[in-house]
């Protein structure tokens, strides 16, 4: 088992040397890990983001999706960083974003508009963690989902599926 010294700060270079994501579609600009389990983040959509032009015309907001996106993408950085397990499957795991079990919206976030993610991952199985996602601003709470999140062997991730 490795130690480490909490808390753990990424900048977007050591988010993205431990997530696959690039581009558009990394949400995160942040990530702080307090503890093995315990994560917060940043995240910021551009209103040049191509994904948000039809979203909606005249009055543009990021779509939900992306903000469930974006507690996952913190929790995947959280995870690799700060969780022995998670840590010691190195590159050839990658963490995907297995299911949403809960999620509700109390407001739409405005693009342009920072937010904060706070997440709390729970070891379900080796390769499985539950993890549970708020997203806020300075006005309050945003959004809170709890999700499932799987880390599949990356050779694994794109082979077709067995029909029987």
């Known amino acids: ?28 600009s942040k990530v702080v890990v307090l503890s093995g389990q315990h994560f917060t983040g940043q995240a910021c959509w551009r209103s040049g983001l191509p994904t948000l ?21 913190v929790a995947g950085a959280g995870m690799r960083v700060g969780d022995d397990r998670a840590a010691h499957l190195g590159v050839d795991h990658v963490g995907v ?42 006005a309050g709470e945003i959004a809170s989902m709890d999700l499932l999140i799987v880390k599949t062997p990356r050779d694994q991730l794109l082979r077709p599926a067995a029909t029987g």
């Open 97 to 138: 974003l297995a299911g949403v079990r809960k999620c509700s919206f109390r407001r739409p976030v405005a693009v342009d508009e920072p937010v904060s993610i706070e997440v709390r991952s729970r070891q379900m199985a080796p390769l499985a963690a539950s993890v549970s996602g708020r997203v806020s601003d300075a």
């Open 53 to 73: 032009r039809g979203h909606f015309p005249g009055l543009p907001m990021v779509p939900g999706i992306f903000l469930i996106e974006a507690v996952a993408q």
């Open 1 to 28: 088992m490795t130690v480490r010294a909490f808390p753990i700060e990424l900048d977007l270079d050591g988010i993205e040397a431990v997530l696959p994501h690039r581009g558009d579609i990394l949400f995160i």
